[in-house]
């Protein structure tokens, strides 16, 4: 039996549920995330930063210097990095095979590998879009592939309307693909988990998820899933890739700063990490570990090391008063007939409120 680890796939992917605050009660190590919500923590003074030493050490037992960099915030950095994982396509080998199919690099590509499914009677993707997120990684994608890393952000922060021209041609192009039939419809209301059944009977044949899926795979299929990047869509634009990362932070009240210290050394020179990382199929933030036991492990770390700058999902990126109205306006936009004018429209309203100001921010 392959299991999940300590933590469930959802919380591992991202779901803050809108909190600014990794603790409710003075602890001194909590679980936690990189990208909005830690900024938020650390603007509000809830958490401490790493200290000079410990981020020596995290520098002297190799951690990816992408895990560091991606929690240091005005200088200081914030968060102990654990482990990583990269979003991409999920796919047998075997069906492509069949169908005489390479993984695609480039739009156009992938847009003949849809077409090839379809001819032959396989649809080709899957989408279980019931709690919103796994819509949101078509949308990052999408506008990372289209628009690039610093519109992204500036997006998600709220410094720029979901009306820009831009956003909108990520709308168009995602609502070609609907309209053109190539995601089965039953798998739209689903769980995200609920949709891999589907790709292991060949009834799709692709499904944008994060790495970390690889725990669901039953035995007798794990060896045939392949992985591959989302496709480049712009021939000059960089390789930009979702890569979700968890750390543990220091909550600004821990009683017992010596104790927690020795903890996470112990951590980053056990080799404690690796183990987590099987456990819960993810990459470990040590970048010098053993390789990879995890079934889509090194074809993940390969995209991960040609990635020209990562983003960690969008409700850890994102504003928390922009999650639920963007989650809304995605899963109403899946819906025909796949609108561009009302789903950036309903975004932009929700997120700006009712009078048309910007929403305040929960302090």
């Not at 032959?120 to 019931?130: I, M, R, Y």
């Not at 309307?161 to 609907?178: E, I, S």
């Not at 639920?324 to 929700?350: C, M, N, S, W, Y």
Request: aromatic share 12%.
């Amino acid at each position: 039996m392959r299991t999940s680890g300590s933590s469930t796939a959802a919380t591992r992917r991202s779901n803050t549920n809108g909190n600014s605050s990794p603790a409710c009660a003075p602890v001194d190590l909590a679980f936690w995330y990189a990208g909005e919500r830690l900024r938020d923590a650390a603007a509000n003074k809830l958490l401490a930063p790493l200290d000079a030493e410990m981020v020596a050490l995290l520098k002297k037992k190799r951690f990816a210097p992408a895990t560091i960099e991606g929690t240091r915030i005005e200088g200081e950095v914030y968060g102990f990095p654990l482990y990583y994982y990269v979003w991409g396509f999920i796919y047998r080998k075997s069906l492509f095979e069949r169908l005489g199919l390479r993984p695609p690099a480039t739009w156009a590509e992938f847009q003949q590998a849809c077409e090839r499914l379809k001819s032959a009677g396989v649809t080709p993707l899957a989408l279980g879009a019931k709690s919103g997120w796994p819509a949101a990684g078509w949308f990052d994608y999408l506008n990372l592939r289209i628009n690039g890393i610093d519109f992204h952000r500036k997006l998600l922060r709220g410094e720029a309307r979901f009306t820009d021209a831009r956003v909108r041609q990520v709308f168009d192009v995602w609502g070609d693909l609907l309209r053109k039939g190539y995601f089965l419809e039953t798998t739209m209301d689903q769980e995200h988990d609920r949709v891999l059944p589907y790709l292991y009977r060949n009834h799709v044949g692709m499904a944008l998820t994060g790495s970390f899926i690889a725990a669901k795979f039953p035995d007798a299929v794990a060896a045939d899933m392949g992985f591959f990047a989302f496709p480049s869509y712009a021939p000059d634009m960089p390789a930009y890739e979702e890569a979700p990362l968890d750390v543990l932070v220091l909550p600004a009240r821990g009683a017992n700063p010596q104790a927690r210290d020795r903890f996470l050394a112990f951590l980053a020179e056990s080799g404690a990490l690796r183990q987590i990382a099987d456990a819960d199929q993810t990459l470990s933030a040590q970048a010098d570990a053993a390789p990879s036991t995890v079934p889509l492990g090194d074809t993940a770390a390969a995209i991960l090391d040609g990635a020209a700058g990562l983003t960690y999902f969008f409700d850890r990126d994102a504003k928390a008063e922009l999650v639920g109205p963007a989650f809304d306006g995605l899963r109403q936009f899946l819906k025909p007939p796949h609108d561009t004018d009302q789903a950036v429209r309903r975004i932009e309203q929700a997120r700006r409120g009712k009078n048309g100001a910007p929403k305040a921010r929960n302090k």
